[in-house]
């Protein structure tokens, strides 16, 4: 199941917007191209997946609603490239998105996703294998 599909982009930033951003063989531009819509949204999903794994099974189910927010945020700032200042609210958006991400993948911030936590050691033990000892009491009782 995806996390955001080219309808949330379109809600979120308007169809002008996303039309400037990918129709690249209109001039003047007039249609949303689904494939680099796609190709973006992808790209952000698997970014986020890459946080995601450290503490969870992905891809995630259900979708956290939060989850929906970050992957368009970051697929927009995808989808334009190059023309981000630094002090731009795309790139700005961009950056809380992947601190957001970050801080999931440290445990700060923790996900409603139905039993998928992955499965970690709390035990606290540490457990070690090793070769037989080679030097003992009984090798050495001549010494």
């Not at 973006?40 to 698997?46: F, G, L, P, Y």
């Not at 970014?47 to 927009?76: H, N, S, W």
Request: overall charge negative; hydrophobic content about 35%; charged content about 25%.
């Amino acid at each position: 199941m995806p996390y955001a599909s080219q309808q949330d982009l379109v809600d979120r930033y308007g169809a002008d917007e996303l039309i400037q951003l990918t129709d690249r063989s209109n001039l003047p531009a007039t249609t949303i191209d689904a494939g680099v819509v796609l190709a973006a949204i992808s790209d952000a999903e698997n970014f986020a997946d890459g946080y995601f794994a450290k503490r969870y099974q992905v891809p995630l189910t259900p979708v956290p609603d939060v989850l929906k927010r970050i992957v368009c945020e970051l697929a927009r700032y995808y989808l334009h490239g190059r023309r981000t200042e630094k002090d731009d609210p795309v790139t700005r958006n961009h950056d809380a998105a992947h601190a957001w991400l970050k801080d999931v993948a440290k445990g700060l911030v923790q996900l409603e996703a139905d039993g998928t936590a992955s499965p970690q050691n709390t035990t606290g033990q540490v457990q070690v294998s090793a070769p037989e000892r080679t030097i003992t009491r009984d090798t050495l009782g001549g010494y």
